[in-house]
């Protein structure tokens, strides 16, 4: 039974929906974000022993920018590529370096698939997916997934954002004539968590309803 957690980007409906469902005797880190600036690489491996001490990782953090793409400045690009992809990479690496039984799982996205109206989160998921199926795990013990919704409806991203008919759109073209819930990726992930789906591992698992399904 895994009893430690670590968890960023836990203040999400997800990550809360999955936080409710553990046993009570689990233990949790829910890195703040004075705990862990995730632009700053050098607060990462300060957190090496959080790290490699959590039998279990949920990364869910990510940064979405809505701005058309010339109009964002360097600073807002460099933060999204630092906090959607190269944190998420020094805390896998040092997971899979320290942890021979490192259980990793990662929050990607259908936009890493098709793209995105922002254009570099949509690079950053996709370079995440590439990284999740082609990185080896270094020990049988351990196990490295990827999570890829579709559009969330009730997520933060989604009640942001402001282009309300295109997401009404996206939602209309998916053969279940609706988005997914966070509690529906949670439940996914504790069952890949607790189900003994060890064997299941560098895979970017696609859940959007069928939406590319082409027969």
Request: aromatic share 6%; proline share 3%; net charge positive.
């Amino acid at each position: 039974m895994y009893k430690k957690f670590l968890i960023t980007g836990a203040s999400c409906k997800i990550g809360a929906s999955f936080i409710a469902m553990l046993p009570k005797s689990s233990t949790i880190y829910k890195p703040t974000k004075q705990e862990l600036n995730l632009e700053n690489i050098n607060q990462i491996k300060r957190l090496k022993r959080n790290i490699i001490n959590s039998d279990v990782l949920i990364l869910l953090h990510s940064v979405i920018i809505p701005k058309p793409h010339l109009k964002k400045n360097l600073t807002e690009k460099i933060k999204q590529l630092k906090i959607n992809l190269l944190s998420t990479l020094e805390i896998t690496e040092i997971a899979l370096k320290y942890n021979k039984n490192a259980k990793i799982f990662i929050l990607g996205s259908e936009s890493g698939k098709k793209g995105s109206y922002d254009i570099i989160y949509a690079l950053t998921k996709a370079a995440l997916h590439k990284y999740i199926e082609e990185r080896k795990i270094l020990f049988p013990g351990q196990q490295l997934v990827g999570i890829a919704p579709s559009t969330i409806i009730d997520g933060k991203i989604t009640l942001e954002r402001k282009d309300k008919a295109n997401v009404k759109k996206s939602i209309n073209m998916n053969p279940k004539k609706r988005g997914i819930l966070s509690n529906e990726i949670s439940k996914l992930i504790y069952s890949l968590v607790f189900f003994n789906t060890d064997y299941i591992s560098n895979i970017v698992i696609d859940v959007n309803g069928g939406k590319f399904s082409r027969m």
